[in-house]
């Protein structure tokens, strides 16, 4: 919880004054905003300068999605005593599992995210995807999967963005193809092109937390920065911040590595010198 707690009151501020300014023309310093933050409660995202968790949504899910799994294994280990098999599902059987997706999304609902959609996801990662023989299948049909959740991510984005009319049922089951074949599909990948280890593997995956940490900031920051500058190029004012923090987020994460207390603020060990 540190990490979340850290971030929350340091991080998210400064992302939600840079909200209010951009969307609400808030006129105030940053440190004047500082009582609106804490003070102004809407949806959480911090879009309208009000209190919100940024990024840090995920952790907050996970602890309170960790804390409610405790008790449902415990459930299902007095209530289902023999074991059930599931390694054994064919790839039929695991494409199934979107069909709860759609009825997910709207319950336990904070902040647009659904607690109950990620509790399902992490409860299928402990009771399926956990298992060598899935993983394999789904290796075998990552092409498989793969297309069809691109197909459903462009169709999903499609008709909630660009095509300017409400598909409503039909957009909520692309959303959800889109979702769960994207997993299945990166997962395959992911065995069958990322499992190793090298130098490189090594070394993101010692920076990748104090990375998820920081990178949002700066590309908040860096869209502001360059809005005057790319605001009529879509293109160029998604990519050119999205470089620039990047690269600042890396050499963040690198000095984060090498300051004890950053390194307990960020949820990492510090960097071992050689």
């Given at each position: 919880?540190v990490p979340?707690i850290?971030g929350t009151?340091?991080f998210?501020?400064?992302?939600?004054?840079i909200?209010?300014?951009t969307?609400l023309?808030?006129?105030?310093?940053?440190?004047?905003h500082?009582?609106?933050?804490?003070t102004?409660?809407?949806d959480?995202?911090?879009?309208?300068?009000?209190?919100?968790?940024?990024?840090?949504?995920?952790?907050?899910?996970?602890?309170v999605?960790?804390?409610?799994s405790?008790?449902?294994?415990?459930?299902?280990?007095?209530?289902i005593?023999k074991?059930?098999?599931?390694?054994?599902?064919?790839f039929?059987?695991l494409a199934?599992?979107?069909i709860p997706f759609?009825?997910?999304?709207d319950?336990l609902?904070?902040?647009?995210?659904?607690?109950?959609?990620?509790l399902?996801?992490?409860?299928?990662g402990?009771y399926v995807?956990?298992?060598d023989?899935?993983?394999?299948?789904a290796?075998?049909?990552?092409?498989?999967s793969?297309a069809?959740?691109l197909?459903?991510s462009?169709?999903d984005?499609?008709?909630?963005?660009?095509?300017g009319?409400?598909?409503?049922t039909?957009?909520?089951?692309a959303?959800?193809?889109?979702?769960?074949?994207m997993?299945?599909?990166l997962?395959?990948?992911g065995?069958?092109k990322l499992d190793f280890?090298?130098?490189?593997?090594?070394?993101?995956?010692?920076r990748?937390?104090?990375?998820f940490?920081?990178?949002f900031l700066?590309?908040?920051?860096?869209?502001?920065?360059?809005s005057?500058?790319f605001?009529?190029?879509?293109?160029?004012?998604?990519?050119?911040?999205?470089v620039c923090a990047?690269i600042?987020?890396?050499?963040?994460?690198?000095?984060?590595?090498?300051i004890?207390?950053?390194?307990f603020?960020m949820?990492t060990k510090?960097s071992?010198?050689k």
């Amino acid at each position: 919880m540190v990490p979340f707690i850290f971030g929350t009151l340091f991080f998210c501020p400064i992302m939600a004054y840079i909200g209010d300014k951009t969307n609400l023309g808030y006129e105030g310093s940053l440190w004047e905003h500082y009582k609106v933050f804490f003070t102004k409660w809407t949806d959480l995202s911090g879009f309208d300068g009000g209190f919100g968790v940024g990024q840090f949504w995920f952790l907050y899910f996970l602890f309170v999605i960790s804390l409610v799994s405790i008790g449902i294994f415990a459930l299902v280990k007095k209530v289902i005593k023999k074991q059930t098999g599931v390694e054994k599902m064919p790839f039929w059987g695991l494409a199934l599992m979107v069909i709860p997706f759609p009825f997910l999304y709207d319950l336990l609902s904070v902040g647009g995210k659904s607690f109950a959609e990620y509790l399902y996801v992490f409860l299928i990662g402990y009771y399926v995807i956990s298992h060598d023989q899935v993983i394999e299948k789904a290796e075998k049909y990552r092409c498989v999967s793969l297309a069809i959740g691109l197909v459903a991510s462009v169709a999903d984005v499609y008709m909630f963005l660009w095509s300017g009319r409400d598909f409503g049922t039909v957009n909520v089951i692309a959303k959800a193809f889109a979702e769960w074949f994207m997993i299945l599909g990166l997962i395959g990948f992911g065995k069958n092109k990322l499992d190793f280890a090298n130098k490189t593997m090594a070394y993101m995956s010692k920076r990748s937390f104090p990375y998820f940490s920081i990178h949002f900031l700066w590309v908040v920051l860096f869209q502001y920065w360059l809005s005057g500058t790319f605001g009529g190029n879509i293109v160029l004012l998604y990519t050119v911040p999205v470089v620039c923090a990047y690269i600042v987020t890396l050499a963040c994460a690198e000095i984060c590595l090498r300051i004890p207390f950053l390194c307990f603020l960020m949820g990492t060990k510090k960097s071992s010198k050689k």
